[in-house]
């Protein structure tokens, strides 16, 4: 069963990975919009992750007997510089959202939830990941720089990225 704080701390985790979500769509539709399918469908596949990562909690929270209570997910932004801005922005929420998984790491074992911190290390990996991936396309886009070239050939690049849903264990991690 989960202790009270780590209830709140899983809800308000739900919350960030659904922002998550929020952000990549309204980054997918700033490149649609702006012809750039390719950025469009990375972004897209971003989102559809986070809703995935907010999923994950959402199930342990009820595995664990918790209850799991929503909240106003906030409006994320609509209008960036171009591409280059929108990848550093997503590469510092990724760092955001490490510093969150890093946190619930912290709360677990104070908690000696050793069950949430086991559930936790999924996450710890994953956002290895997800930085890796949002600092090298910011470190594509620094190279090609203003390079309309570039940019189409980098968009051809990301269109390619289809979703995948992570393999899962017997616990649902």
């Known amino acids: 069963m989960l202790s009270s704080r780590m209830q709140d701390a899983f809800n308000s985790?739900?919350?960030?990975?659904?922002?998550s979500s929020y952000l990549y769509l309204s980054m997918s539709s700033y490149f649609a919009d702006r012809n750039l399918p390719g950025f469009a469908n990375w972004m897209r596949i971003q989102a559809q992750e986070e809703l995935l990562h907010a999923m994950k909690f959402f199930d342990f929270v009820m595995e664990r007997k918790g209850r799991a209570i929503l909240k106003n997910i906030e409006t994320p932004p609509a209008e960036w510089k171009g591409p280059q801005d929108i990848f550093e922005a997503a590469y510092k929420?990724?760092?955001?959202?490490?510093?969150?998984?890093?946190?619930?790491?912290?709360?677990?074992?104070?908690?000696?939830?050793?069950?949430?911190n086991a559930f936790l290390q999924w996450f710890v990996n994953e956002q290895v990941e997800e930085e890796a991936a949002a600092d090298h396309i910011v470190e594509?886009?620094?190279l090609i720089d203003q390079s309309k070239g570039g940019l189409f050939m980098l968009d051809r690049e990301l269109g390619q990225r289809v979703f995948t849903a992570p393999a899962t264990n017997s616990e649902g991690t």
């Open 140 to 142: 594509q886009l620094r």
């Open 93 to 116: 929420h990724e760092q955001h959202v490490t510093a969150l998984i890093n946190n619930l790491v912290g709360l677990a074992m104070d908690e000696k939830d050793y069950a949430s």
């Open 13 to 19: 985790q739900i919350n960030a990975e659904l922002y």
